[in-house]
């Protein structure tokens, strides 16, 4: 029994078929990576799987009484706490405690407390607290009214909404866009941890290749599916292009071959007959199909100049915004051969120190040397 059956779909967008014909099913429990180049049509589809776009032909069914979770596009607002606003994306835990409130008649007050126990509703607030917790808010985040968090925070609690509620199927789109390092590799094992399937469109390899077990590739308008994660789905798919290549060049050879010997005989009355047949032969051969290749990106950097050493260096130098330091007492060199990644929690400087190297801003206090 598969969780999501998608058949025969076609979507269009303004005329232009983003998937014709495509299959994919997804069984109970188990990972998928949505993968393809920009513009083919993944984010679409998830929407088309969400119902907020009706398919131009073919079906998307999901199980019966199967739960679909997502993250919504308009990050959460309003005054409620980060805590409450997780635990509000379980409609049927706040509605079954609403209707406690009023007082029901004793039947259904038994009713009521079943289905809470069903549902877990008593671990909700510390569910929803671990989730909150591994995406980088702390107790005292969580008791904040989101208004108060940046967009990039709020889509966070976003993403806490979908993984919170645990459903049978979880769509994601690009996870990791507003995450750090640390929240993503929490989100990594809880995607391994997590029982239900996934469907996850990401640009992140590594997320790819340690949280999901299959990918489908979405390629003119069709989906394959390959068995592994991302690097298997990138050797497998070599392996078929060099098939298919090989397989091409065999074929046009034999089709090569055949129209010579009609090119040569078809005017001679003793091989007219032979050639007739070989012409036949010829046009019920397969078409050739061509190996496409994704076009690698090309990328231009300019050539620098040799600079003496050091091209920077701070020494105790602090850095902020309107005379409050963000960062404090900053000792670091740098030389041309320098590669260095640079890394942290969300609102630990990154970019004020990017800023400074930069020369947008200029240290509180401290040197400076460029």
Not at 139 to 150: D, L
Not at 259 to 264: E, G, L, S, Y
Not at 268 to 282: C, E, H, N
Not at 339 to 363: D, E, M, V
Request: include cysteine; charged fraction near 25%.
């Amino acid at each position: 029994m598969t969780v999501l059956a998608i058949r025969n779909l076609t979507l269009r967008i303004a005329g232009r078929a983003l998937l014709e014909g495509a299959d994919l099913a997804v069984d109970p429990g188990r990972k998928t990576g949505l993968v393809g180049r920009n513009g083919a049509g993944k984010s679409t589809l998830l929407r088309a799987i969400i119902g907020e776009l009706q398919p131009d032909g073919g079906e998307i069914r999901l199980a019966a009484r199967a739960r679909l979770g997502h993250v919504a596009q308009e990050a959460p607002a309003g005054e409620a706490s980060l805590l409450d606003t997780v635990l509000a994306a379980d409609t049927e835990r706040a509605a079954l405690l609403a209707e406690l409130e009023g007082h029901p008649d004793p039947q259904r007050l038994g009713e009521i407390h079943e289905r809470l126990i069903a549902i877990r509703a008593d671990s909700a607030p510390a569910r929803a607290a671990t989730v909150l917790a591994g995406l980088g808010f702390d107790a005292e985040a969580q008791a904040r009214p989101i208004a108060e968090f940046s967009g990039g925070w709020r889509m966070r609690v976003a993403l806490a909404r979908a993984l919170f509620l645990e459903p049978d199927l979880l769509l994601l789109d690009e996870p990791t866009n507003h995450l750090d390092l640390e929240a993503t590799m929490w989100l990594e094992g809880w995607l391994a941890r997590f029982a239900g399937a996934a469907i996850i469109v990401s640009h992140d390899r590594d997320l790819l290749d340690r949280c999901v077990d299959a990918i489908a590739h979405l390629d003119r308008g069709k989906l394959t599916l390959y068995s592994g994660g991302f690097e298997d789905f990138i050797r497998i798919r070599a392996e078929r292009q060099a098939q298919q290549q090989a397989q091409n060049e065999k074929l046009a050879a034999e089709r090569a071959r055949i129209q010579a010997f009609v090119d040569r005989f078809r005017a001679k009355a003793t091989k007219a007959r032979q050639a007739q047949s070989r012409l036949k032969a010829l046009e019920r051969m397969p078409v050739i199909e061509a190996v496409v290749e994704d076009a690698p990106p090309r990328f231009a950097f300019p050539e620098p100049v040799a600079l003496p050493p050091p091209i920077l260096s701070l020494s105790r130098a602090s850095v902020g915004y309107d005379g409050r330091p963000v960062l404090r007492n900053l000792d670091l060199r740098l030389d041309q051969d320098d590669r260095i990644a640079l890394l942290g929690a969300n609102g630990n400087g990154k970019s004020t120190l990017a800023k400074l190297f930069a020369g947008r801003l200029q240290p509180l206090s401290g040197e400076i040397h460029r």
